[in-house]
């Protein structure tokens, strides 16, 4: 899901009919708050675009917020109508990803999601101590006896070390979207994964769990 946060009810409905012609779900905000009130729920979104000139706030404070926060590799693009190169470095130092300035190409800004998002999903180097091998994968030199189940969310887990994976994404990226399963199944999966993973590797803990959010693999 992608979250959009733009006052804008002309540029928002545009930006929504081009994602979603696309295939991507979309959910709209306008105001900061509302903004912030979903990013603490879960499942949390796969990317946020960010409109800068907002009715209560400045949308790279909220950038800043997601940097310093369990969030913080959430990808970020924000719409500006300011084009000026010191915006834009501005913007890029708070730590967005990109920056698109107003007006734009609804085709570019599809573009350029789909550029970020695919490079969030690729993990450039496995966490220390992991090494992967097709569907065999090791802790410390240690190969792990893992079922199916175990073994996919694993790898999900190293796509993206660090990054929070709620619980909905892990369901549907091991069980399938129509697998009759749910929060639990993950938790209960995830426990016998850990529990696993200190086996091989005494004293490491590497899976994170973040309150009503989901899990991250820590280096």
Not at 29 to 51: F, K, V, Y
Not at 56 to 84: T, W
Not at 93 to 114: I, M, Q, T, W
Not at 138 to 156: M, Q, S
């Amino acid at each position: 899901m992608i979250l959009l946060l733009e006052d804008d009810p002309a540029i928002a409905d545009t930006v929504a009919f081009a994602l979603r012609r696309e295939g991507f779900a979309v959910e709209h905000h306008g105001w900061l708050a509302e903004a912030r009130e979903r990013l603490r729920r879960a499942p949390a979104p796969e990317l946020l675009i960010l409109d800068i000139g907002l009715p209560d706030g400045h949308g790279l404070d909220l950038c800043r917020e997601l940097r310093a926060g369990p969030l913080k590799h959430l990808p970020v693009i924000v719409l500006s109508a300011r084009s000026d190169e010191m915006d834009r470095v501005l913007g890029l130092e708070l730590g967005a990803d990109d920056y698109l300035a107003k007006p734009f190409s609804p085709r570019e800004l599809v573009a350029r999601v789909r550029a970020l998002l695919r490079r969030a999903q690729v993990a450039p180097t496995a966490p220390a101590g992991f090494s992967v091998d097709g569907s065999r994968v090791r802790l410390d030199g240690v190969l792990l006896n893992l079922t199916k189940l175990e073994l996919g969310l694993l790898l999900k887990l190293l796509q993206a070390p660090q990054r929070i994976h709620s619980r909905e994404a892990l369901l549907d990226a091991v069980w399938g979207a129509s697998a009759d399963s749910g929060d639990r199944t993950v938790d209960t999966h995830i426990k016998t994964l850990r529990a696993k993973l200190r086996e091989a590797a005494p004293g490491r803990d590497p899976i994170k769990t973040h309150r009503g959010m989901g899990y991250s693999l820590e280096p």
